[in-house]
C-alpha cells in the first residue's frame, strides 16, 4: 500500500513537473510593440532604420529579443498613411515612430493616447504638433533634423562652386508641406546672391525626368533639389539622371551623392534616427512623451562625389572639399 502510494505521488509530481514550463510561458508578458510609420520605402531608408534600430539597442531594446516593430511603409504615396496608421492601431502599440513628416500628421490624427515619436525637418511648434520644444506636452515628442533651415545653404554651397552661374532650377513636390517654406527661402538667397531661381514642379517619377530636361533647355548652372520625402526614395534616378543631362546637382542626402549626385548638404538623418530610437526606448522603459524635450540635431553633413565633379568637368575649390565631411572618389 505503501508503495502505491509512493509511486501515485511520483506520477503526480512528474505530471506538475511537465506544465511548469508552459505556466512559466503563460506567465511571460508579451514584448512591447513598436509601430514605425514611414511615408517612403523600406530600401531607401535602410541606413536610417539601422540606426533607428542602433538607438533601440543603447536604451535597452533589441527587436526581435525584448521588443518587437510592426513596420508601415507608404512607397512614397502620402494618401495611404491615415490608412497605415490606422492599420498600426490595431497591432496594439506601446509607442509609434512616425519617421517622416506627412507619417507624423497622420499618426497624430490617429491617436490622442499613444505616445508618438517623430523626426522631421520642419518645426513642430509651427505646425501645432507641440506646445514648445522644452515641454512639448500631449502624446509627442521627437527630433527636428536640420532640413528646411538649410534648404538655402544648399543654394551657397552650389553658388560656391560656381560662382559664374546665373541662373540655377529648384525641382520641388508641390504635395509637400514644406515646399512653400522651402521655396520662400531659396528665392530670397538666391536674391542676396544676385541668381535667378527657375522652380519646376515634380510629384512623379516621370516629372522629375521632365524636370531635369527642361531645366537642362533653360541652361542651368545647377539644380538644387527640394527637400521631400519623394525625393530621398529616387536617389538612384536622381543620381542617374544628373550624369544623363550633365547638370551639377546637390540634394540632401548621402544616398544621393552615391548614387552619382554632385554634392549633398543637410543635417544627418542617421544621427535623428538614433536619436528616436532612444527616445522610443525610453518611453518603453516608462517615460511620458510630454515630459521629454524634443531633440534639435545640429549634425551638418556636406558629402562631395569627386567622380561625378571629374565627369562634368567640375573642379572643386579647397575651400570647399576642407569642409566636406566625405569625398567620393
Known amino acids: 500500500m505503501i508503495a502505491k ?45 539601422a540606426a533607428f534600430r542602433e538607438g533601440l539597442r543603447r536604451a535597452g531594446y533589441v527587436e526581435g529579443q525584448n521588443v518587437a516593430i510592426e513596420y508601415r511603409w507608404a512607397q512614397g504615396q502620402y494618401d495611404r498613411l491615415p490608412a497605415l496608421a490606422a492599420e498600426l492601431l490595431r497591432s496594439q502599440p506601446t509607442v509609434i515612430a512616425a519617421t517622416s513628416t506627412r507619417a507624423m500628421f497622420a499618426a497624430k490624427a490617429a491617436t490622442t493616447t ?39 545653404k544648399r543654394l551657397e554651397v552650389a553658388h560656391q562652386l560656381l560662382p559664374a552661374a546665373t541662373m540655377m532650377a529648384l525641382p520641388v513636390n508641390p504635395t509637400d508641406p514644406n515646399t512653400e517654406i522651402v521655396s520662400s527661402d531659396l528665392q530670397a538667397a538666391a536674391r542676396t546672391l544676385g541668381v535667378e531661381l527657375r522652380t519646376l514642379l515634380a510629384s512623379s517619377e516621370r516629372e522629375i525626368d521632365d524636370a ?36 551639377p546637382t546637390i540634394y540632401q542626402y548621402r544616398a544621393f551623392a552615391a548614387a552619382g549626385g554632385l554634392m549633398s548638404y543637410s543635417g544627418s538623418n542617421s544621427d535623428s534616427y538614433r536619436t528616436a530610437g532612444i527616445y522610443v526606448g525610453r518611453i518603453l522603459s516608462g517615460a511620458k512623451p510630454a515630459e521629454l524635450p524634443v531633440e534639435q540635431s545640429t549634425k551638418v553633413e556636406l558629402i562631395i562625389n569627386l567622380k561625378t565633379a571629374k565627369a562634368l568637368g567640375i573642379t572643386f575649390p579647397i575651400t570647399l572639399l576642407g569642409r566636406a565631411d566625405e569625398v567620393i572618389e
Request: hydrophobic fraction near 50%; glycine fraction near 12%; aromatic fraction near 8%.
Open 212 to 247: 531635369f530636361a527642361a531645366a537642362a533647355q533653360l541652361r542651368a548652372g545647377a539644380l538644387v533639389i527640394g527637400s521631400d520625402v519623394f525625393f530621398n526614395t529616387r536617389s538612384e534616378q536622381l543620381g542617374a539622371l544628373t550624369l544623363r543631362h550633365a547638370l
Open 114 to 152: 499613444i505616445p508618438i515619436v517623430f523626426t522631421t525637418g520642419s518645426d513642430p511648434v509651427k505646425r501645432g504638433l507641440v506646445a514648445s520644444l522644452a515641454r512639448p506636452g500631449g502624446n509627442l515628442t521627437g527630433v527636428v533634423t536640420l532640413s528646411v533651415e538649410v534648404a538655402a
Open 5 to 49: 502510494l509512493k509511486r501515485r505521488t511520483f506520477i503526480t509530481l512528474l505530471g506538475g513537473a511537465a506544465a511548469w514550463p508552459l505556466a512559466a510561458s503563460a506567465q511571460q508578458p508579451a514584448m512591447p510593440v513598436v509601430g514605425f510609420l514611414n511615408g517612403g520605402t523600406p530600401v531607401g531608408y535602410a541606413p536610417y532604420v
